[in-house]
């Protein structure tokens, strides 16, 4: 809802309010952002009768009290004294007129001066939410709201029933013919608003845009939290939260071109003492994959400054008169249920408003990869007898990864030749295609569209549309050039070169890679003036690509990657509704990968697979239980070769199959929450169903205490509990078979091999029905873990490193 009196706007969702007012001078105060000043039956009555007098009352209690000129502050003006914008808690700032923190946006002039100051002009208020451009945007499925959601018979509560709306405020430059449009979409059942903004140069001169970042917001208080994430390729995500005083925390990509492995865009601020299910929580995210910058600043005493948008390092654009830039959407969502009620709030946003298409709510397919059963090293047959062995287990779509294509033999040669090599698939991709499906599972395949390596035909024929500056030498990454995208040619022939793969085999999927950073940025088509422009053009030439092929194959799912989680955001999210999260597939470095991820993006967005022991990036011996319980909490799939499984094994994949399979829905569309750093659990939207993991970081003897509590299961249903029985190969008993055995038993050796093939444990069995009051609030008490001594049917084997799935189904009779 979004509701106007005057000039006092109110942007209100289901649980939190953000608030500002146009002030006398034109600039506009920030009030509120944060807990929902309405209560409940206000809401519901604002709903109804859009009675708008309660806005100005609420204003008068909330807006800043601003009496002083305080010392060696500015005056903004003396119509306007003692206004003075540094104090000011603002919608925006200029540069240049008193208010000495971070800008949103730093313009040049052609006079050479930097000051800038926009004022109210008009507000639009409508219930159509508008897409940008140029970039990927929110938008909104009337047809399919939240609404949609409940079970039907219930009572819609008001915020519910309440629709997404767009708010456009237009400011002008006081003495030049420049406008700002700020753009505000609110979208209520996810708690969730956006702001985006656009500068329009009216003009008759020339403007350069410094900076002009997307979001800005000022609290009247100091002390957040600022939590981020991080890594580096294979170890993405990694959290790390700083507490801003006084001075600057900045997550921000400075130059690596994407939105990054190194941090991520999505942010979060929250008090010190926030928890998990308490206090204050935001999450913000930009619907952008280049380099970006988020930074919280304190003035030490009582004011802080949140700004978010494109990196302003490296960047420039030049507005030639009649001409617009557009800024990338921002995402806000504020929960005072700490991390959790955030970062669900932020999963159903990503689910409705972000990821669509005919993939959107459909439940993902269960996929095997080639890469890590074959690297570049494959033919047909070979392909073949995995997808084979896939089939038998139920699996749904194979994959085949890089290496198909013109003289891609190892990753030195043949990017950008988007031609079949028929040495390796004498039958083509049709044929492949063909027999996969014959085994019935889906075809789908990997491409790397914007690179180009210099031993390729393309290079040789188009040596001008890699991305390097004339005599220099330049860099590469993955011995691989980028192709420039800011070229509409190179967009076009990657849209032809792509299209015609895409209609040569009955292709249901595709995986886009994306393997280097950047460096040496230039294009040829443009002007000195305007280099700094090149790494935003690449992105709005990128999207139009992702656009067209998107919309004209709609039926296939594509993926996005960039080697593993190097560009998981919002804008890939926009087009592709999954990503591969990473290239470490080790379960145990997953769990942190996954937690990571978790805090923004919603399971159904994650690519995660049960790979090879031991893993092939840290050599490390998972149990395949505890690979596929990880993979399971993502779009999940295999990445072995399956053939090469021992029997019992491949058994353990068909089961896990065909379990996945019975809780997909849940996994993929339920309520995430994070029950501890190592137990994680989704519910279904109606709470009828949910599946838990817990995983053991490390195991201690003497374990008589274990719980299992829930979160986010309805107190009032009763709920049957099972864990997912795992059997037990007495070989992990090692040398104390001798406890039992009546002769000795060597351990490892030929007996002990024959024993353990004919006898087998099942694994404990833990069992409970209970309302869900129980389980939230005490959870349910489980088998001991195998400690020391004791093991049975009872006992859980739980080493380092073991996980178990529990599932809680509703009991209706
Ligand atoms: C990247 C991806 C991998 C795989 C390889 C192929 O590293 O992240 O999953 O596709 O490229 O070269």
């Not at 490296?314 to 800024?327: M, Q």
């Not at 053939?643 to 068909?654: R, W």
Request: hydrophobic share 35%; charged share 25%.
């Amino acid at each position: 809802m979004i509701i106007r009196k005057d000039n006092i706007f109110l942007l209100q969702t289901k649980n939190c309010s953000y608030f500002m007012q146009v002030l006398p001078s034109g600039h506009i105060e920030h009030i509120h952002y944060g807990m929902s000043i309405l209560s409940e039956r206000q809401y519901e009555e604002l709903l109804k009768n859009g009675n708008t007098e309660i806005l100005a009352d609420m204003a008068k209690v909330l807006e800043i009290k601003h009496k002083n000129e305080g010392g060696n502050m500015v005056v903004y003006a003396p119509e306007y004294y003692p206004m003075c914008l540094e104090v000011m808690p603002l919608e925006m700032s200029g540069f240049g007129k008193g208010d000495i923190r971070e800008p949103m946006v730093e313009l040049t002039f052609k006079d050479g001066s930097t000051t800038c100051d926009f004022l109210f002009e008009n507000a639009v208020i409508s219930d159509e939410i508008t897409a940008l451009e140029t970039l990927p945007s929110s938008y909104d499925d009337k047809d399919k709201g939240a609404v949609a959601d409940l079970q039907s018979g219930a009572t819609v509560p008001a915020y519910m029933a309440d629709h997404a709306m767009q708010l456009v405020i237009t400011l002008k430059e006081k003495s030049k013919d420049v406008r700002l449009k700020m753009i505000y979409k609110v979208y209520p059942d996810c708690n969730t608003i956006t702001r985006s903004s656009k500068l329009i140069n009216d003009s008759k001169e020339d403007v350069r845009i410094d900076r002009l970042l997307s979001n800005q917001l000022d609290f009247q208080q100091t002390g957040f939290k600022l939590t981020s994430f991080h890594g580096r390729w294979a170890d993405e995500m990694g959290e790390t939260s700083s507490v801003c005083n006084a001075g600057k925390v900045v997550n921000e990509e400075l130059a690596a071109g994407e939105s990054g492995s190194r941090s991520n865009p999505f942010t979060m601020l929250s008090m010190p003492d926030t928890t998990e299910t308490a206090g204050d929580c935001f999450g913000f995210n930009l619907v952008y994959s280049g380099n970006h910058y988020s930074a919280l600043s304190s003035n030490g005493t009582f004011l802080s400054r949140f700004v978010s948008g494109i990196q302003p390092t490296g960047f420039e654009w030049l507005l030639n008169p009649g001409e617009s830039f557009e800024a990338p959407e921002a995402v806000m969502t504020y929960s005072k249920k700490g991390f959790g009620g955030m970062s669900r709030s932020m999963h159903d946003f990503v689910r409705k408003h972000i990821v669509r298409g005919e993939w959107r709510d459909k439940e993902r397919p269960i996929l095997i990869n080639n890469w890590e059963a074959t690297y570049f090293n494959f033919n047909q047959s070979s392909l073949l007898r995995i997808a084979k062995e896939a089939s038998k287990a139920g699996v749904e779509l194979f994959v085949l990864d890089d290496g198909w294509f013109g003289a891609r033999n190892d990753d030195h040669a043949g990017l950008g030749d988007w031609v079949v090599n028929t040495k390796k698939l004498p039958d083509g991709l049709k044929g492949l295609a063909e027999k996969i499906n014959a085994l019935g599972m889906k075809f789908g395949l990997w491409v790397e569209p914007e690179m180009v390596n210099e031993n390729s035909d393309l290079f040789r024929k188009h040596p001008e549309w890699a991305v390097r500056i004339p005599g220099r030498d330049h860099s590469v990454g993955r011995t691989q050039m980028i192709l420039d995208m800011s070229r509409k040619e190179v967009q076009d022939y990657i849209i032809d070169a792509l299209s015609k793969v895409f209609g040569s085999a009955n292709i249901s999927y595709i995986k886009w890679d994306m393997n280097r950073i950047f460096s040496d940025r230039f294009s040829l088509e443009l002007p000195a003036e305007r280099m700094k422009e090149f790494q935003h053009r690449y992105y709005i030439g990128l999207y139009r690509v992702m656009k067209t092929l998107t919309t004209n194959f709609p039926h296939i799912l594509f993926e996005g990657c960039s080697a593993g989680g190097n560009r998981f955001d919002l804008g890939i999210l926009s087009y592709f509704p999954q990503i591969w999260a990473s290239d470490d597939t080790d379960a145990v470095c997953r769990m942190d990968i996954q937690r990571g991820y978790s805090y923004g993006y919603p399971v159904n967005t994650q690519g995660a697979h049960v790979s090879a022991v031991p893993n092939h990036q840290t050599l490390h011996t998972v149990p395949l239980e505890t690979r596929f319980s990880v993979a399971a909490f993502g779009c999940f799939g295999y990445e072995l070769n399956l053939g090469e499984l021992a029997d019992e094994q491949k058994k353990q994949v068909a089961d896990q199959v065909e379990f996945y399979k019975q809780w997909r829905k849940v996994f993929q569309f339920g309520d995430f929450y994070r029950l501890d750093k190592y137990r994680f659990m989704v519910v279904s939207k109606d709470k009828s169903a949910a599946v838990a993991l817990i995983f053991q970081k490390e195991s201690r003897p003497n374990n008589d205490y274990l719980a299992l509590k829930t979160m986010g299961l309805a107190d009032d249903k009763v709920y049957e509990v099972a864990n997912r029985q795992v059997g037990v190969n007495i070989k992990a008993f090692g040398s104390l078979i001798n406890t039992m055995a009546p002769i000795h038993v060597k351990q490892d050796g030929i007996i002990h091999g024959i024993i353990a093939r004919h006898y087998k444990m099942n694994g404990e069995k833990d069992e409970a029905i209970a309302t869900g009051s129980m389980l939230n609030g005490c959870g349910v008490r489980l088998n001991p873990d195998y400690g020391g001594t004791g093991y049975g049917e009872d006992t859980r084997m739980f080493r380092t490193n073991d996980a178990r799935l529990y599932v809680f189904a509703e009991v209706t009779e």
